[in-house]
């Protein structure tokens, strides 16, 4: 009987996998800084090759610098709410904390 449920389950399965990827993929398409700056780069490089025009370059452009300075904003709020000011001088020194050497009299 467990092999039949789980034949009668997979086809649910499989749409739950198909619906976790949409979302991840959408997910990324909304919140990756690295992804939007790669999507502005493309237009940039189809631009500069004549396969869009002027128009639909700068109409694209913004609606692509309109995202990825929504999802850096989105990014600041995150840090300031956490509390997180930065890096510490140790962080930002590869880790190593500043000793002081006596000095020789």
């Excluded at 198909?18 to 997910?27: G, M, V």
């Excluded at 790669?38 to 025009?53: A, F, R, T, V």
Aim: no cysteine; glycine share 10%.
């Amino acid at each position: 009987m467990l092999l039949i449920d789980d034949l009668l389950a997979l086809p649910f399965r499989g749409l739950l996998g198909i619906l976790r990827k949409i979302h991840e993929t959408a997910d990324r398409e909304l919140n990756d800084e690295a992804y939007l700056q790669q999507k502005l780069m493309e237009l940039q490089l189809l631009y500069e090759m004549d396969e869009i025009g002027e128009e639909e370059y700068s109409q694209q452009a913004v609606e692509w610098e309109a995202r990825l300075n929504a999802v850096r904003e989105a990014d600041d709020d995150a840090g300031f709410e956490s509390g997180a000011e930065g890096p510490s001088p140790a962080v930002i020194g590869g880790g190593e904390g500043v000793t002081e050497k006596p000095h020789a009299a």
